[in-house]
């Protein structure tokens, strides 16, 4: 299992595109993946999961993944977030 | 008979039968059954699934072809949610484990959802539920073979009636049949008012206890000027709203001889009579109704319709199809005119105290650059059809207009770079709508091409009044004489320099106020397309002389009160069939 938190750097934070194109990420994955948010825990495979994790701008939110692909997922994840989810220039 | 109030979101009277657009409420059974049945119900829960996916997308469709691309979008939220595997395979095992019936399952799992998106603060999030909601009705009336959800169908002409209306529920009826639209909730921009004004029938919105005063089969009056809305009328009202309804039919027939006539006088004064719109659908009614152009261009529903600003691709679209339409008539575009919680998620502890004093509209764009420049550079690019103009919006002082000038420098020359095609004489004008634009209007004057008088603004700003707030509503007046005074100042600092002078504000058109503005020398009104033939007609029956005349008269006269009073006599007598 690896974990990392991460600050949610895009202006609208985990709205539905950007937690569209998350899900999608995560999805394609066999690992679990979860996100947690101010002890709240959400599966990162579900859009509605991650809409209500409510994650804004500045927010911190803890990725955990587990199993077989789990260092690939992560680090996949963390360069979506980091790059705003490609929607800013 | 009952007599209920809501707000007036678009003009004329609607008599008809009631038709009910209800949140029926979902009946669902508790049923266990067997690992057999288990089997089959989950297929159909998957067909459900399916179902409703394909309903969707068709609605998504058919909002596309007639609203426009930008409001399909609304349902790709719904699609994902129907996609969500996460939700799909906890129902299902949900199913496996207890032994319930799938709509069952499925609804519980879905409220739980709905609820806990409520909950949330952020506001955009908290409106998902709405569509979480959605998405499970229809699902469940899929599982349970019941399509009334999914096919709403007007076979009478009647009057809409609904808690709130989402376009997801009005895209299916036959707009034909609608003689108006009633909401519960709901205010100006709600969904009802804008479909309303582009279908131009009447509407009243955030009506209280509507839903619990109203059954299908009753008869219900809408006053959409004043916001009455009356259940089962008794016949002298009804009377009353029947001959109230003829008049107005019968004056807005004796316009369409007058639609593709000039607005001018008897005595040869000319104006430009443009139309204020909102919404692309609107341009249709803009041509139908005479309009010269389009002197107010709002580009805020582009900002409102979407979780996140248009690209500068999809504005330039917009743009450049509604200024074809109106060629070789100028279309004025108005940048972003929004308050920044409008438009930016808002780090927490920004709460304004008085957000009309605060961050909105030019304000905005200049603290968030890439977005105003993406604006511009759709306007600019669009330019090149040859009638667009730029219009800013609170100009405060002569540096915030040096600073929105150079951001169309700036982005003309990242164009220039890109090799993109613009026009270099692209004309720029500005919204006086602070009492500080008018002392300056000089100097404003002076770098630009046009004014045009936003009055709701001005009128705000220069007698401190919220139109919103009923303890002192009464206290906004358009004939105040300060208000007079600004506006002749405008016009005269603008004639001076040489410009023309517009107003787009609602003063612009008030039947009322057109011998006043035409006597003060305002060279263009910009009013909403229903009005415009109103206010045409009056000027073409008038004197540019008496006009003079009476506008003195008003510039001598020292109560807003008496002004009214003197101007309402004059149209009266001049024109007894025009509402007031």
């Known amino acids: 299992m690896v974990k990392k938190e991460l600050t949610i750097l895009n202006s609208s934070g985990l709205h539905a595109r950007p937690a569209a194109s998350l899900v999608k990420l995560a999805s394609r994955f066999t690992s679990k993946i979860y996100l947690q948010k101010d002890g709240l825990e959400v599966n990162a495979k579900s859009i509605m999961g991650v809409m209500t994790l409510a994650a804004e701008k500045g927010s911190k939110i803890l990725i955990i993944v587990d199993g077989k692909d789990e260092e690939e997922a992560l680090k996949q994840l963390i360069k979506l977030i980091k790059n705003k989810f490609c929607e800013e220039n | ?580």
């Open chain 2, 1 to 580: 008979m009952i007599n209920l109030k809501g707000k007036a979101a678009s003009p004329g009277i609607s008599i008809g039968k009631v038709y009910l657009l209800d949140e029926d409420r979902i009946q669902i059974q508790d049923e266990t059954l067997t690992d057999e049945q288990i089997k089959k119900e989950i297929e159909k829960f998957l067909n459900a699934i399916k179902s409703t996916e394909e309903d969707i997308l068709k609605i998504k469709e058919n909002v596309e072809k007639s609203l426009g691309a930008s409001y399909g979008e609304i349902f790709d939220t719904h699609l994902m949610f129907l996609k969500d595997k996460v939700l799909l395979d906890k129902t299902i095992s949900e199913m496996k484990r207890t032994r319930k019936n799938s709509d069952h399952v499925f609804y519980r799992i879905m409220k739980k959802t709905q609820e806990s998106m409520i909950s949330l603060k952020d506001e955009y999030l908290k409106e998902r539920a709405s569509d979480i909601r959605d998405i499970k009705r229809r699902v469940i009336r899929k599982i349970q073979g019941d399509e009334r959800l999914c096919i709403y169908q007007i076979t009478e002409p009647a009057i809409v009636i609904s808690h709130e209306l989402t376009p997801s529920l009005t895209v299916n009826l036959d707009k034909s049949k609608i003689l108006g639209f009633v909401t519960e909730l709901g205010g100006r921009t709600s969904h009802a008012a804008i479909l309303a004004r582009a279908l131009e029938v009447p509407s009243v919105v955030a009506v209280k206890n509507l839903m619990k005063n109203i059954v299908p089969g009753d008869t219900v009056v809408i006053d959409g000027n004043s916001g009455n809305v009356i259940i089962n009328p008794d016949a002298e009202v009804l009377k009353k709203y029947e001959t109230q309804k003829e008049g107005l039919y019968k004056f807005s027939k004796s316009l369409e001889k007058i639609i593709s006539l000039p607005a001018v006088s008897l005595d040869g004064r000319e104006v430009e009579l443009s139309a204020n719109i909102e919404l692309p659908q609107e341009i249709d009614s803009v041509i139908a109704y005479g309009s010269h152009g389009i002197g107010l261009y709002r580009t805020e529903y582009l900002y409102l319709l979407k979780n996140q600003p248009p690209t500068e691709e999809e504005q330039y679209n917009e743009y450049k199809s509604i200024a074809k339409r109106i060629y070789p008539n100028p279309v004025i575009i108005r940048t972003i005119d929004l308050g920044g919680d409008k438009l930016v998620k808002t780090p927490k502890g920004l709460k304004e105290d008085n957000p009309f004093l605060g961050w909105r509209a030019i304000r905005v764009c200049f603290d968030y650059p890439i977005m105003f420049k993406t604006q511009l550079k759709a306007i600019l690019k669009a330019s090149t059809v040859g009638n667009i103009a730029i219009m800013f919006p609170m100009i405060s002082g002569i540096d915030e207009l040096y600073k929105a000038k150079s951001f169309v420098d700036e982005s003309k020359e990242e164009l220039t770079k890109e090799d993109i095609k613009f026009d270099e004489n692209i004309k720029i004008g500005v919204m006086i709508e602070l009492p500080s634009a008018v002392m300056i209007a000089e100097e404003l004057a002076e770098e630009v091409d046009f004014f045009s008088i936003g009055t709701n603004d001005l009128i705000q700003y220069t007698l401190a009044v919220d139109r919103g707030n009923v303890r002192v509503s009464n206290l906004f007046q358009f004939f105040h004489p300060a208000v007079i005074k600004l506006i002749k100042m405008t016009i005269d600092a603008g004639h001076k320099k040489g410009i023309w002078v517009g107003m787009c504000g609602e003063m612009a058109g008030d039947p009322l106020a057109t011998y006043l503005l035409i006597g003060l020398r305002l060279d263009e009104f910009s009013v909403s397309p229903l009005i415009l033939a109103e206010i045409k007609q009056i000027i073409r029956s008038i004197n540019y002389s008496d006009a003079i005349k009476i506008s003195e008269n008003c510039l001598n006269m020292k109560s807003a009160e008496g002004i009214e009073i003197y101007l309402t006599k004059i149209m009266k007598e001049k024109f007894p069939n025009i509402p007031l």
